[in-house]
């Protein structure tokens, strides 16, 4: 996950003008950040091309839009990151 979690840093800070210094597996995308969800469709696709998956932020979004879930479960650092993995491997796995 640290692989993980510092490419996924690196991608933000890019794309977002967020110091990687200031990104922690505890910060939140939009709320600590600072990522509108314009940049974060682009962040998304950026992780898309770079781990060769597809990330499910429509899904994501309508769980959390549904009260389902908060939006923490997807949009903080770390959760983003384990997420990712587990995509990664479901892939790697088909």
């Known amino acids: 996950m640290q692989q993980t979690f ?3 840093a690196a991608i933000i800070s890019s794309m977002a003008d967020v110091p990687v210094a200031e990104i922690k597996p505890e910060s ?3 709320k600590d950040l600072g ?5 974060f469709l682009d962040i998304a696709f ?4 770079k781990f060769n998956i597809k990330l499910p932020i429509d899904d994501w979004m309508q769980t ?13 650092v770390g959760n983003l990151c384990r997420n990712i993995d587990e ?6 796995a088909a």
Request: proline share 0%.
């Open 6 to 8: 510092d490419t996924v």
């Open 28 to 30: 939140h995308v939009m």
């Open 35 to 39: 990522v509108d969800s314009l940049a």
């Open 46 to 49: 950026e992780i898309d091309q």
């Open 64 to 76: 959390v839009n549904e009260g389902q879930v908060k939006s923490e479960e997807f949009f903080l």
């Open 87 to 92: 995509l990664v491997a479901h892939a790697a």
